[in-house]
């Protein structure tokens, strides 16, 4: 099944990726997962804060579709997408992303671009609070150059 | 009563997240509202004008300036977005 959720709770990976993967059906041979965590330092130095702002009812729809978008792509019908909003410490886990697939290259596959389509086309927005004040933080050349490549 | 929403930083350049307005009748399109609110503030009206801000007119992304945007209830102003 294709499950987001976009939270302002803090929420254990752990947990979720082993509540995913034991529901998996008996066809299911490989299951890949990524976490992101929230660093305490950045190109900018000491991060002391990430404050994710979404929009409430958009945000949770492009998720899903981003999440069905790649899960026909590659198809597979087991996806996971839980997405944080909202005040982050570093070190607290911001996203996670899990497929189940036949065998392992399809969910490697879907991990990989589903991360790279979160980068540049999720609706959140990033600002790193650290000693010397704020600022928003907009995607990098390399994550944009990264989404090109699954649009050619 | 037309709700416009402005996020990350075009929220500081707009000095909000929200503002409730009631459009003039020469305001009909995306690219007229955008004048409208440049008109008040130049500041703003480039913020929103900028390259990769996306328009999102009743959380459908519409990023066309001929929309037209009279029976809208809520249009929202996106800059570059950045998850994960």
């Known amino acids: 099944m294709i499950e987001t959720l976009v939270t302002g709770e803090a929420f254990a990976p752990d947990a979720e990726v082993a509540r995913f993967v034991a529901a998996r059906g008996a066809d299911c041979g490989a299951a890949v997962t990524f976490a992101g965590y929230c660093r305490g330092a950045s190109k900018n130095g000491e991060v002391t804060q990430l404050e994710l702002e979404h929009y409430p009812g958009f945000t949770e729809k492009e998720i899903e579709r981003l999440a069905c978008l790649i899960a026909a792509k590659h198809n597979i019908s087991d996806v996971l997408v839980i997405h944080r909003f909202g005040a982050i410490a570093p070190g607290e886990p911001i996203v996670l992303v899990a497929a189940l697939s036949a065998h392992r290259a399809a969910a490697f596959a879907a991990v990989e671009e589903l991360m790279d389509y979160l980068k540049t086309d999720a609706p959140f927005w990033k600002r790193e609070t650290g000693p010397d004040g704020a600022c928003w933080i907009e995607p990098t050349a390399e994550d944009r150059r990264r989404r090109e490549e699954h649009s050619k | ?84």
């Open chain 2, 1 to 84: 009563m037309m709700r416009i929403l402005f996020f990350g930083r075009l929220r500081d350049a707009a000095g909000g997240r929200e503002r409730l307005v009631a459009l003039p009748d020469d305001v009909g399109t995306v690219a007229d509202l955008r004048d409208w609110l440049a008109r008040n503030d130049a500041a703003l009206g480039s913020a929103i004008s900028a390259r990769g801000v996306h328009v999102v007119v009743d959380q459908v992304i519409c990023n066309k300036d001929a929309q037209d945007v009279r029976a809208a209830a809520e249009i929202a102003f996106l800059p570059p977005l950045s998850g994960g």
